[in-house]
Nanobody, 129 residues
Framework: QLQVVASGGGLVQPGGSLRLSCAAS????????IGWFRQAPGKEREWVSC????????KYADSVKGRFTISRDNAKNTVYLQMNNLKAEDTAVYYC??????????????????????WGQGTQVTVSS
């Protein structure tokens, strides 16, 4: 089964940090851009960040800009989301997803979930004192 697997979530106090990882299962990330999404209880799924295959394009939702950093290590087949200065409103299940870059090129990453090909189970992030 082809999927991406998110890990690294947990319970952290406000102002704390976590680093999420996204790894591919059954395929490599060599031809894929990666996005992070989150969904809080009772809310719609929200796009958080994405990174192109080349890493030249990174995008962030306004709500996390300046606090979150996305990066990728293609040699390790892993994408990371470093989350600093976490707030209670960051509490959610975080998902990573992958989309093929064949059509839009290696410098593009999508902000819409419909463009993503592979999803996996999420990881819970809880920010609470």
């Amino acid at each position: 089964q082809l999927q991406v697997v998110a890990s690294g979530g947990g319970l952290v106090q406000p102002g704390g940090s976590l680093r999420l990882s996204c790894a591919a299962s059954g395929f490599t990330l060599d031809y894929y851009a990666i996005g992070w999404f989150r969904q809080a209880p009772g809310k719609e799924r929200e796009w958080v960040s994405c990174i192109s295959l080349s890493s030249l394009s990174t995008k962030y939702a306004d709500s996390v800009k300046g606090r979150f950093t996305i990066s990728r290590d293609n040699a390790k087949n892993t994408v990371y989301l470093q989350m600093n200065n976490l707030k209670a409103e960051d509490t959610a299940v975080y998902y990573c997803a992958a989309h093929n870059t064949r059509r839009r090129g290696s410098n593009y990453c999508a902000v819409w979930g419909d463009e993503y090909d592979y999803w996996g189970q999420g990881t819970q992030v809880t920010v609470s004192s």
